[in-house]
DNA sequence: AATATAGCAGACGAAATCGTTCAATAAAAG
DNA sequence: CTTTTATTGAACGATTTCGTCTGCTATATT
């Protein structure tokens, strides 16, 4: 997808992020076109979703750059007076994306209500997002820019899935200093309890194999990987489980 | 991606899949077109080949047909008269992929080797298939392709994951038969199994975070997924939990 | 008010690629 | 042999899309 090499300046003169007002815009180091009338942030903001919601429907590279600019409702030369090229907006795209995080600060939460009901909010949550349809095709498209940017795949999988899975880690030593737990590396019960939740529904939903799961599946889901993960590393009476303490990893 | 509707029928005038050999094409029924030069095989089945590889390599929609006949050392006319349009190119691909099916019987295996060595073995493969450059990749593409075509997309999921998944039902099934697991919903717990082997590494495959894992390190998920998932579904002796009864083996 | 830029609509040339066609040759069947 | 189809290379028209540009109005700063 995509031909050409990507700019790394996204943007034409205006290096101004999506969510960036105009007094900002007016006080924040913009030496170059001070002068006249800004440009509007409403029309960029609304060119990336447009961008987004046709790249995401019709492929990076079927959708037509006049196509995007009658969907947001702005002239195609405003377009590239925003972006330089497809490649400049897709990388906006997938950067205003990537800001849209996932997780906060669970452990507070685990405090007042508990490790195992936090972890199932946890799940409920991953789970919606992870098999929220427009989400599943976003990991296609930004799976397909990868092929010509690897870095900005890295930047997303750290501010998505990777900032979903250290928050899960710190959650899970959380209940390994109160005792709750009885694991040796948070980081791979992490992956064991996020392909808990998993299973096949992720798969499935890549290929659109069965339809979205409803809420209450996926709560089902979510509380049934929390039971089983606890059912993996309760601390048991020692005699019976050393578990995790010689075994961990070594094999 | 592939904007116009594809063709149901994706070849041009012969229906012959990509292995039949020139004795089949005159023998079966092949009623248009028995007279007289044959179509070359061959060259089909280097146009297929040539096409996944572009396809993979640049995006399903940007790879040229000029390209990829040129790739295959075949003039474009001739990809033209096997396959109609771009689509039936992609079907193409798509389908002679499925047919590099993954499983087999590993029933039998596991009455050889025991169910928790076939079930490493399996998982090995599966991890090793799952996790594979190449395969990602063309997820993403069937993924993508999906778009304009469900149809292809639950063809390919059943001839690949899902048929891995029935035949890790079946292993499972197997085992509770002989008592060595106790589960009630086999098809549950094989999503449980799954999980248990992917963790991460399918999200961290995707997105490209890390590099491939190395079969030493796959070999090592296999085996600590089968570890967690006999500690889950031994049948226990209903005091404590000696799970770890035959642990053993992993290390 | 003067100035400078944003925004719009539309037209534009340029380039790429599609899928077709043609005449000539190659290979198989009758 | 003749007939029939495949294959080739090249050229073709048609279409699409790109990214730019022009004339005009709108909206901001100074």
Not at 233 to 243: H, K
Request: positive net charge; charged residues 30%.
């Amino acid at each position: 997808m995509v031909e050409g090499a990507l700019t790394l300046l996204a943007d034409r003169l205006r290096p101004c992020s999506t969510s960036c007002s105009v007094q900002a815009m007016r006080h924040e180091r913009m030496q170059l076109s001070r002068r006249g009338r800004p440009k509007d942030p409403v029309k960029r903001t609304a060119l990336i979703a447009a961008a987004r919601q046709l790249f995401l429907a019709k492929g990076v590279d079927v959708a037509t750059m006049e196509e995007i600019a009658t969907h947001a409702k702005v002239s195609k030369a405003t377009l590239y007076a925003n972006f330089a090229d497809r490649s400049a907006l897709l990388e906006a795209v997938i950067r205003t994306e990537s800001q849209r995080v996932t997780s906060d600060d669970y452990p507070e939460e685990a405090k007042a209500l508990g490790l195992e009901t936090t972890l199932r909010h946890f799940g409920l949550r991953l789970l919606t997002f992870l098999t929220d349809p427009q989400r599943v095709e976003f990991d296609m498209l930004i799976a397909g820019a990868t092929k010509q940017r690897p870095e900005l795949a890295r930047r997303f999988f750290e501010a998505g899935p990777g900032r979903g899975r250290a928050a899960l880690v710190r959650l899970i030593a959380t209940g390994v200093r109160q005792g709750i737990l009885a694991i040796e590396d948070p980081l791979e019960a992490a992956g064991d309890l996020l392909g808990l939740w998993q299973g096949f529904t992720r798969i499935e939903a890549t290929f659109r194999y069965r339809n979205t799961p409803g809420r209450e599946e996926l709560r089902k889901r979510a509380a049934r990987g929390v039971r089983l993960f606890m059912r993996l590393y309760a601390p048991s009476t020692p005699a019976s489980r050393p578990t995790t303490k010689r075994r961990g990893r070594g094999c």
